[in-house]
């Protein structure tokens, strides 16, 4: 890593070791194992598309920030030859770039034409969305509340889109001081991975003080996001303890931990690694539920699922709420090999990382 490269958070590994004990409880130990988990259609093909650009183009390749807020999976991409940036000026003339999957602004497209590089856009389309949303709305003149996290990479994407249009709107409580230039122009927008009830929540108190406030066309939370929110709600009522498997700056992930606290979970964790898992959590705990955040290799969860089988949480079973098979088509730079054929993951990627 050069010292321009992006900062990884040191995902904390507390210094448990050795295996989990298996102590005795009330009840009958077991797992609900939340589906769908893991990998979403967005995340899956940003991972193949730096595969693809690796393979395509040679090691190195740069990618401006994490391509998917997943510790492991950028430490994989690492050790194939990734390069991760913090900014597009840490490229060097002429290399390629990928952009990750929570979009960029036109500020960052246009820093990295400048620069002359040839950049590979691993946007989410459901992000895109978001963006054209965005661009669309602020050219009929309205004001955007973006409910989202402010310094988010997805969110500066987004403002970025209609800087001079977008107020950020962290939280419900924002929702009391957020002042607007007209409050007969305006819309909400959001970023794609909150939690669906406390967007609601917002809106709802957006809309007491500016009931013209207008919706979104379609959701801008997705479908991966609210699926993964719905399984845990269920797994949650049943479970004395849920493990979300995911990084500490993957929103989604932050967010199933919180949607579990408020849906019934005695207690919820996020863990990177498997060994992070605590003994103490265990204490009287019969039922664990497990999910993992949309950026989440299936191998992460099978970890946990290993821990917690030698703990005597071996009767696994899964709680699904909904079947997934959205693919998305590689970024265009992509979808033909060296030759000019057409790559057989061209129109969508299960990259088989699971
Ligand atoms: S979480 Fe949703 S918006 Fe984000 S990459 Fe996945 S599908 Fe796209």
Redesign the pocket.
Known sequence: MTSAAVSLPVPRVPGRRGRLQDNPVDGVKKVLLAAPRGY????D??VVAVEKALERFGAPVYVRKQI?HNIHVVRELESKGAIFVDEVDAVPEGAHVVFS??GVSPAVVNAASDRGLVAIDAT????TKVHREAVRFARDDFEILLIGHTGHE?VEGTAGEAPDHVTIVNSPADAATVEVRDPSKVVWLSQ??LSVDETMETVRRLRERFPELQDPPSDDI????QNRQVAIKKVAQGADLVIVVGSANSS?SVRLVEVALEHGAKAAYRVDYASEVQQEWLDGVATVGVTSG??VPEVLVQEVLDELSGAGYSDVEEVRTAEED?LFSLPKELRQDATGRRDARALGGRSGRE
């Open positions: 979403c259609a967005g995340v093909r940003a998917v999957a929570h989410c389309p459901l992000v997805e794609t991975t997705c479908y991966a996001t989604n949309a950026s959205l």
